[in-house]
């Protein structure tokens, strides 16, 4: 069992940054990809970007090269750095932990309770 705890979420004009964290606890965290997702109103919850046991990284498209997702594992922490944020990244975002299969992220029911990030002039 993982439990994840969310933190850094809140209102920011467009162009700025904020920096979400989500500590792990229960388990060997080490053990895990951590991955983030997020859920705008209305929409289905999507993946966002993921980092494995050793700390390779991946993301979707739109968000290459504003965010970035790290760990310490000595810390049970991953975070996510988002710069240059925009409208549209506007929802909660979610961190979870899982695996990687074949170079892709795999979920396992592990969420934390999210941490909503608006985007708004």
């Known amino acids: 069992q993982v439990q994840l705890v969310e933190s850094g979420g809140g209102l920011v004009q467009p162009g700025g940054s904020l920096r979400l964290s989500c500590a792990a606890s229960g388990s060997i965290f080490s053990h895990y990809a951590m991955g983030w997702f997020r859920q705008a109103p209305g929409k289905q919850r999507e993946w966002v970007a993921s980092?494995?046991?050793?700390?390779?990284?991946n993301y979707e498209d739109t968000v290459k090269g504003r965010f970035t997702i790290s760990r310490d594992n000595a810390k049970n922490t991953v975070w996510l750095q988002m710069n240059s944020l925009k409208p549209e990244d506007t929802a909660v975002y979610y961190c979870?932990?899982?695996?990687?299969?074949?170079?892709?992220?795999?979920?396992?029911?592990?969420w934390g309770q999210g941490t909503q990030v608006t985007v708004s002039s």
């Open positions: 979870n932990a899982g695996g990687v299969v074949r170079g892709r992220y795999i979920p396992y029911d592990y």
């Open positions: 980092i494995t046991s050793d700390s390779s990284t």
